[in-house]
């Protein structure tokens, strides 16, 4: 969603995006992490909705088609084979097992992802049978227990589509899918991704409440509770989590 409120964030106006935006965050540190010549697999890439940012900047930052030498689309939509932003596409069939080599990989990069995951052990595994030793998993996610997985949770998945045409209505239908939550707390991750073969770095983050949509009210309220809440209980998580060089193949 395109924050408007350029009075309650002036900066906009110099470059389009807040001091708190997420996205910049976000992808900003994927690109301190991403290898020369990387290959990269995109988890979750979809159509390639980012897109239609209309701010460049961002846009840009998110775009490592011409930082790659491959940079794999995958996902379980086959929108995806549609999406121009990267290399080449797949699509994860029934079993969930992805379609590319063992060790093949030297990132994997999830943006708003891991909270649809419905099957973690096998996602996890995955990940890690086809990540090379001392590659990067970068996702970001709602965390479970935040101002956006929690209300998230507690409402049918089959409302989320009607409730997001009204709170961001510029979001479209086919970018909206079912939540699981089973891939977006700290106790998850330690656990589908061990410590024995992953170091994990990952913070809460809490950028401007794009979630309240579009009424200037709503969002001053957002701001004010972003300001109360404890870092602990911040709306999202920024995972990065390498895989050990000393690691062998995953399972």
Known sequence: MTIQHTDLFPEMGAGGYTRIDGTVEFWSRVNALLPQAATVLDLGAGRGQFMDDPVAFRRDLHDLKPRCARLIGLDVDEAVLENTAVHEAMVIEGSGAFPIGTGSVDMVVSDWTFEHVDRPETTAREIDRVLRPGGWVCARTPRK??????????????????????????????????????????????????????????????????????????????????KVIPRAASSTLMIFIQKSPSAGEGA
Not at 164 to 172: A, I, N, Y
Not at 188 to 202: D, E, G, Q, T
């Open 145 to 226: 227990w935040g101002a956006i997985g929690i209300p998230t949770r507690l409402t049918p998945n089959r409302l989320h589509a009607p409730i997001l045409r009204t709170l961001q209505p510029d979001k479209k239908v086919e970018d909206t899918f079912p939540t699981a939550y089973r891939l977006n707390s700290r106790s998850a991750l330690k656990c589908y991704f061990p410590r024995h073969r992953f170091s994990h770095h990952v913070y809460e983050y809490e950028s401007e409440p794009a979630y309240f949509g579009s009424s200037r009210a709503a969002m001053r309220a957002g701001m004010v509770l972003t």
